[in-house]
């Protein structure tokens, strides 16, 4: 395939790519993106840690923490490095729960998801200029319910919560 690079810029690009595939010329259009690191992370009290962030353009939206990989950066290696930016957190154990493609049909992002365990509180956030965001702390019960009255859409909050949720036979 002949890929043409349309844009660049901070966390993804857009790129065309021609070719031929089982002898038909194709062309797709594809967001190439690094990937990302999701955390569903307890707390002492077995709470789950959320945070409440703007996400241009849908307004504030739930979820669990997660951030954007670095350039070559491992995917744990994020999930810790995210989970202390974003809620002031330390993780002593990061375990994989679910690695999935989020829009497979036109994007390249992949979301590792990973159970944050052995948490303890070390700092206040470091939030990059632009992240507009607050800890919440709540059951796993009632992010259970508010995913399915869709209260709760985001797809990495729903993918985790539902993977450890079939995994500990509560749903």
Do not use: W
Request: some cysteine.
């Amino acid at each position: 395939m002949k890929k043409t690079k349309i844009f660049e810029g901070k966390i993804l690009g857009l790129s065309v790519y021609d070719g031929n595939i089982e002898g038909r010329n194709v062309r797709r259009e594809v967001i190439e993106h690094r990937g990302a690191a999701a955390m569903l992370a307890f707390d002492e009290d077995g709470k789950v840690i959320l945070v409440k962030q703007h996400r241009f353009p849908h307004g504030y939206v739930l979820e669990i923490p997660a951030g954007t990989l670095e350039k070559k950066e491992e995917p744990i290696k994020c999930a810790f490095r995210e989970l202390e930016e974003e809620t002031g957190y330390r993780a002593r154990k990061m375990t994989p729960l679910i690695t999935y493609y989020p829009s497979i049909g036109y994007n390249s992002e992949v979301i590792h998801c990973f159970i944050a365990s052995g948490l303890k509180k070390i700092s206040d956030l470091k939030l990059d200029e632009d992240e507009i965001l607050s800890v919440v702390k709540m059951d796993l019960k009632k992010i259970l319910a508010m995913i399915r009255t869709g209260k709760i859409q985001d797809s990495k909050t729903i993918c985790a919560v539902l993977s450890y949720a079939v995994m500990k036979k509560l749903y």
